[in-house]
């Protein structure tokens, strides 16, 4: 399942956009953010110099800009449970640069 703080639009046109295989759940409250501890970002963790050059390698990989939505100091991260209920994986991103890798995640995943 993927987590999203964005309005119900954002998250549908995401869920489109990237042909989300998983349901997404709206926490526009925040809830499940606060119950993980990912709280708001420093101003240097959203807006340093490790973000630009995330969005930079982004950009030169062909991505495009995307306007920003919602509260951008807004401090995501990764949380996997298994199917028994079991937290594999709990990463409170310091920045929009702070993420695990896929791969790294797939791994945790298939043990």
């Known amino acids: ?3 999203t703080f ?17 349901p997404i759940l709206v926490d526009e ?3 499940l953010y606060a119950a993980y501890g990912m709280e708001r970002g420093h101003w240097w963790d959203i807006w340093g110099p ?6 930079a390698k982004l950009l030169w990989q062909g991505h495009r800009w995307q306007p920003l939505a919602g509260d951008p100091n807004q401090l ?7 199917p028994q209920g079991i937290v ?4 409170v991103g ?4 702070d993420r695990p890798t896929v791969a790294s995640i797939l791994e945790i995943a298939s043990n």
Do not use: F, N
Not at 76 to 82: K, N, Q, R, T
């Open 6 to 22: 964005q309005g119900l639009a954002l998250a549908r046109a995401y869920a489109q956009e990237t042909q989300l295989a998983w």
């Open 76 to 82: 995501g991260g990764d949380v996997l449970i298994d």
């Open 50 to 55: 490790a973000s630009w050059w995330s969005y």
């Open 88 to 91: 594999r994986l709990h990463h």
């Open 29 to 31: 409250h925040l809830a």
């Open 94 to 97: 310091r920045g929009p640069a």
């Open 1 to 3: 399942m993927v987590v």
